[in-house]
């Protein structure tokens, strides 16, 4: 199930980059290798959430996976330095860093998002993206208070 929303976060994120668009061929090569490190990234995580597999396996799928993201981490910056008016970018790369567990950084070009965002189907994954990190919070400040 959480592989299925993964998806459906990838499909948002996809849609998110057609309606923006981009300004230039070489601009819009780098974001499609981001898209595909991001896709690749969520198969990798998706992976290492499989049951019945050795440990040893698990540990490798989860490098693998961890790698993958860390390369779409390093695309979408690269992105965001040629051009730091595209909410979108912001907010793919927040999404990779909420996944890491960056949640500060992730909040952080979020709200770098938000000032440049123009159209409610982004905004809308923007907001979704600030829940995520809020319920994290929330979920580690409970096993915090449960484990004192």
């Not at 459906?8 to 849609?15: E, H, Q, R, S, Y």
Request: hydrophobic fraction near 40%; charge should be negative.
């Amino acid at each position: 199930m959480q592989y299925v929303n993964q998806l459906k976060v990838v499909g948002l994120i996809v849609i998110s980059v057609l309606m923006v668009g981009c300004n230039s061929v070489s601009e819009d090569l780098s974001l499609h290798e981001a898209i595909e490190l991001s896709r690749d990234s969520i198969k990798a995580l998706a992976m290492t959430e499989e049951e019945g597999l050795p440990e040893i396996e698990l540990q490798t799928l989860r490098s693998a996976s961890d790698e993958k993201f860390e390369q779409a981490v390093t695309a979408y910056g690269k992105l965001i330095e040629e051009s730091p008016e595209k909410a979108v970018y912001y907010n793919n790369l927040a999404w990779l860093l909420i996944k890491l567990g960056e949640l500060d950084e992730a909040r952080g070009h979020l709200e770098k998002a938000q000032l440049f965002v123009s159209n409610a189907t982004l905004q809308g994954s923007i907001r979704a993206n600030l829940e995520e990190i809020d319920l994290t919070n929330i979920q580690i400040s409970e096993r915090k208070e449960a484990q004192e």
